[in-house]
């Protein structure tokens, strides 16, 4: 691992170092909610999935969803982190139009899930690893809207009940960059469990954000905390602006003050939430309409085995058994899918091309159509085919980008060899035409093959261009550089 | 520990009940009373000991992850003090 240049804040004392931690709320994929038997489903009615439970009618008591405690074991599993078969859920006291039950049934002291790790794909291609506290098991809440009427907030308790995964980071990261590359990677890890599906815009994944300034060397200072940050662009900005708004006021002789702040993504700038003065003083104590949560070590074996190939083995696969670079393989196992279409292009053929191929021209062409790797514009078939018929000398690789792009623009999926047949671009590897065009060529130059000859090497490109170009670039590429070689010495 | 007005000012203020002025000392004593109490319960040994959470079973049952409740908005809004089409209505919370 090479040592990156440490991030740095500059102000008028010198340089200051940023902590970050984070804090991400997961929303668990299931059917029903974390203690109740209503849907989960997004965009429904107003208030169609909600039960007595959820509503917080008295005397309605709350039952544990299974698959809930299930995916949180598995998310914990794949963050390499202690499992507690003994856990406890505690209620997390505050008054919001939205929280029915005034309180949320949390966990507090006893998660479901203690200390892992994740390792994070810096962008120059090394790993660094970040401390996880904690995962536990919550509710959500309702959807507050304020903007449906002029005097009242409208309240849909559709999301109350929804099990959230809170998943906690040391304070471990220093720069904007491994903020981001912890949520990226947090993402991936989520989406190949099958957890969560990750999804930032839809507040299915939702960040709070912790950041604090020192100077290198120093113990942590007061940290702030930024709510709700609903990208990973906006986390690494609002970072970026905390920091230097926390640099400002120690440098001023002022101290910074624990709170909790928000993120304006339009002025770029954090401001603090007045509201929630008194929001750290909880009152948190054991819910008394809940048993502790015991699990069997058996049931969590089984969960074990049940699990994906996760991106950071996935990844060393490829640098192992394909030869590929930490960067390439990073990029190619960050979507199950781009995974999936990767090895099914790589299987049997040249794993290196095979990446340059799925990461250049079919990510290109993506990009181009604005289409997602699952209704790619060419299957993983077909581009193996055409990679097929490059390996047998079929057609070159100038060839092959130009039927690449026939495929793409066709939209139908069609077959490379079709298109090499009907367009006529089957390579020239027959020596006397390619030794015919080459002599044409050289007499219609003479004079370049004179420079040549005295010494001018860098003319050889020339004579390959023109060589191509007389052969509407059929000819095999390395028969036309023997050629060539041959006759210009 | 005793408990000063500001702290049962703040702790009634967390509970969202609305107490007079003169009525704090009172409230005050009788919260002391029951700190009091509990300081007495703290005195005994619970070193290593697990929290006793249930007379009966030790483990929460769990549920399937069966949709089997819900769809019922006419019930769930059946004690609302005001709606809106189906929302809960109640006083604009300014941010």
């Known amino acids: ?489 | 520990m005793s408990l000063d007005a500001a702290t049962v000012r703040r702790i009634a203020s967390l509970a969202r009940l609305r107490v007079p002025e003169d009525q704090l000392p009172r409230l005050g004593q009788e919260l002391n009373a029951i700190l009091g109490w509990i300081e007495q319960l703290n005195e005994v040994n619970t070193g290593g000991v697990e929290p006793l959470t249930g007379s009966a079973a030790l483990a929460m049952r769990m549920r399937e992850d069966v949709v089997n409740d819900g769809a019922q908005p006419e019930a769930v809004l059946s004690n609302a003090p005001e709606r809106i089409d189906a929302f809960y209505a109640v006083p604009k919370v300014v941010e």
């Open chain 1, 1 to 489: 691992m090479s040592e990156a240049k440490p991030y740095r804040v500059s102000g008028d004392t010198g340089e200051w170092e940023v902590v970050i931690g984070l804090e991400v709320h997961a929303q668990v994929i299931s059917n029903a909610k974390l203690f109740s038997g209503a849907a989960t489903a997004f965009g429904a009615e107003p208030n169609t999935q909600v039960s007595f439970v959820d509503a917080a009618f008295p005397g309605m008591l709350p039952v544990i969803n299974r698959e809930c405690v299930a995916q949180a074991v598995r998310t914990g599993l794949g963050l390499n982190a202690e499992i507690n078969l003994v856990s406890v859920f505690d209620r997390k006291n505050y008054f919001y139009a939205d929280l029915p039950a005034g309180y949320q049934i949390s966990q507090y002291s006893r998660p479901v899930v203690g200390k892992g790790t994740i390792l994070l794909d810096m962008p120059d291609g090394t790993t660094r690893e970040v401390g996880i506290t904690r995962l536990h098991l919550e509710q959500d809440a309702g959807k507050s809207l304020h903007d449906q009427h002029p005097a009242k907030s409208l309240i849909d308790l559709n999301r109350a009940g929804v099990a959230l995964m809170e998943i906690v980071s040391e304070p471990d990261m220093r720069s904007p960059e491994e903020a981001g590359a912890y949520l990226r990677k947090l993402r991936t890890i989520l989406r190949y469990l099958g957890t969560c599906d990750g999804n930032m815009e839809e507040g299915s994944m939702r960040c709070d954000v912790n950041v604090s300034v020192r100077k290198p060397g120093e113990g942590f200072r007061t940290r702030c905390e930024v709510k709700n940050v609903n990208s990973v662009r906006f986390v690494m900005q609002a970072i970026e602006v905390e920091a230097l708004r926390q640099v400002r006021v120690w440098e001023e002789g002022g101290a910074v003050e624990q709170e909790t702040r928000l993120y304006d993504a339009n002025k770029g700038q954090t401001r603090s939430m007045r509201s929630k003065e008194h929001a750290h003083d909880y009152r948190y104590f054991p819910d008394p309409d809940l048993l502790p949560l015991v699990l069997d070590p058996a049931w969590v074996e089984e969960l074990k085995r049940g699990l994906p190939e996760l991106p950071d083995a996935r990844k060393a696969r490829y640098m192992r058994d394909f030869g590929l670079s930490a960067y390439d393989a990073g990029v190619l196992v960050l979507e199950q899918e781009t995974a999936a279409y990767y090895e099914a292009v790589a299987k049997g053929r040249d794993a290196k091309l095979a990446a340059n191929w799925v990461m250049g021209d079919l990510f290109a062409a993506l990009n181009k159509t604005g289409r997602s790797i699952e209704n790619s514009p060419v299957s993983a078939g077909n581009l193996g085919r055409l990679l097929d018929l490059m390996a047998d000398n079929t057609i070159s690789g100038r060839i092959a980008k130009q039927v690449f792009e026939t495929m793409i623009e066709a939209g139908t999926d069609p077959d490379p060899a079709a298109i090499v047949e009907a367009e006529g671009l089957r390579q020239v590897t027959d020596t006397g035409a390619i030794e015919a065009a080459v002599d044409a060529v050289m007499a219609k130059n003479a004079d370049k093959v004179a420079e040549y000859r005295s010494g001018k090497d860098k003319l050889f490109g020339f004579f390959v261009g023109q060589v191509m170009k007389a052969m509407a670039g059929k000819g095999n590429p390395a028969l036309v550089n023997d050629v060539l070689k041959k006759k210009l010495s």
